[in-house]
């Protein structure tokens, strides 16, 4: 079945420093491709999404790139801030007309000033 | 715009009794969805709804676990009896129909604790 893998965290950063936070996904058919973002003590939101091969979504200063040849879609931001400090949920929609969501396990950062 | 509403924010209650979370989609949406969150387990999808009918529930843990959508506007989450390992932060969730790349829309999550 559909699946997501991320990276492990937690990632622990100094401000301003590059970020990368690395997902992986299997599926059938052409599935869209999201971040979420999780503020402590707050619920998800949308940061970024995809819906085809090589788009790219960005936000905030995030980006991601939606690469079918490596089932990737990989999270980065060039100088992450203080603020940038939370989890991170990587997620695919579900084939044909399901709603769900497959997320990934989520990974923290910690951004240190 | 006002975005999901759950209520309540916290419940802190003892076990064997009757919990009941609320849940206010945005307005229009058509698909709503309940999670569970854990550090144990992430984030679990319970069950969601579309056009108000349960469309998948094979996440509800156990017989324990309900969940209505009487209406557009509304839905519930109902745990009786309630166990301590039910202690987690729920959340709802709603988005718009037509395609599956639309995102979904989370509320601020009811953290609930069984003693």
Redesign the interface.
Same mark, same amino acid.
């Given at each position: 079945g559909d699946s997501v893998t991320q990276m492990e965290g937690p990632v622990t950063l100094s401000e301003e420093a590059f970020l990368t936070i690395n997902c992986t996904y299997t599926a059938t058919g052409y599935p869209s491709l999201f971040w979420y973002v999780q503020y402590p003590g707050e619920g998800l939101q949308l940061l970024l999404k995809a819906t085809k091969a090589d788009d790219k979504g960005s936000n905030k200063g995030f980006e991601a790139t939606y690469r079918k040849e490596t089932t990737s879609f990989h999270l980065e931001k060039g100088s992450v801030q203080v603020s940038d400090s939370a989890v991170y949920f990587c997620a695919l929609s579900g084939a044909g007309n399901n709603r769900k969501l497959i997320w990934g396990l989520g990974t923290s950062l910690a951004v240190n000033p | 715009d006002a975005g999901?509403i759950q209520s309540p924010r916290h419940e802190v209650t003892e076990m064997g009794q009757e919990v009941t979370l609320r849940c206010k989609p945005i307005s229009g949406h058509n698909?709503l =969805?309940w999670y569970r969150q854990t550090m144990m387990r992430?984030?679990e999808?319970l069950i969601?709804f579309?056009n108000n009918v349960p469309?998948?529930d094979s996440g509800m843990p156990e017989d324990r676990f309900s969940a209505k959508m009487p209406n557009a506007s509304f839905s519930t989450l109902k745990i009786q009896p309630s166990e301590p390992r039910d202690s987690a932060v729920y =959340?709802c969730?709603s988005?718009l129909?037509g395609t599956?790349?639309?995102?979904?829309? =989370?509320?601020?999550?009811t953290r609930l604790s069984i003693l």
């Open positions: - | 999901v698909s =969805f992430g984030l999808l969601y579309n469309i998948d =959340f969730a988005s129909g599956t790349n639309q995102p979904q829309h =989370f509320g601020d999550g």
